[in-house]
């Protein structure tokens, strides 16, 4: 009797671990949203780029540290050369797709520190970059460029 109890609750899980297994597969019956609605959830990304782009975008450091990566030299606050490691800023950019009438890019740190640079400018420039920081997280990095626009902890980029 026992045996056979142990059985049909056997039977039973394997029913229902199929069944949830099977409702999983199927397509998604509804639309995504368009571009424009898309939610970006700033508070859990660790670089989000907004403001007037045709998508809104959002990512975890790993997803950005999957991108490409370019290495650079640029002088540091101290005046020396360094090489850093990181993405390129138009890359991203091209991601989100700036509005065509956008002039100003607005970085953002994790401090709540904020610098703006002529989208031009940055669009112009093959070197700059959103390098990858050792202790974790993202500095911008904008060789030839004044010094403060080197946003150490840069969490947001917002296309103005």
Do not use: H
Not at 66 to 80: C, H, I, L, Y
């Amino acid at each position: 009797m026992k045996k056979s109890i142990v059985i049909i609750g056997l039977i039973l899980v394997l029913f229902l671990a199929l069944s949830a297994c099977a409702k999983s597969t199927t397509a998604p019956t509804e639309v995504p949203p368009p571009a424009e609605e898309i939610v970006v959830d700033e508070t859990t990304a660790a670089l989000s780029i907004t403001g007037m782009v045709e998508s809104k975008t959002a990512w975890s450091e790993d997803e950005v540290k999957a991108m490409a990566t370019v290495d650079v030299e640029s002088t540091n606050s101290k005046g020396e050369t360094e090489t850093y490691t990181g993405v390129k800023i138009n890359d991203l950019l091209a991601l989100a797709k700036p509005a065509a009438d956008a002039t100003t890019l607005v970085l953002v740190a994790d401090d709540g520190y904020t610098v703006e640079v002529p989208l031009a400018d940055v669009l112009a420039c093959d070197t700059c970059i959103i390098s990858f920081r050792s202790k974790g997280g993202f500095s911008s990095v904008l060789p030839g460029f004044d010094k403060s626009l080197q946003v150490k902890g840069i969490v947001k980029i917002e296309v103005k």
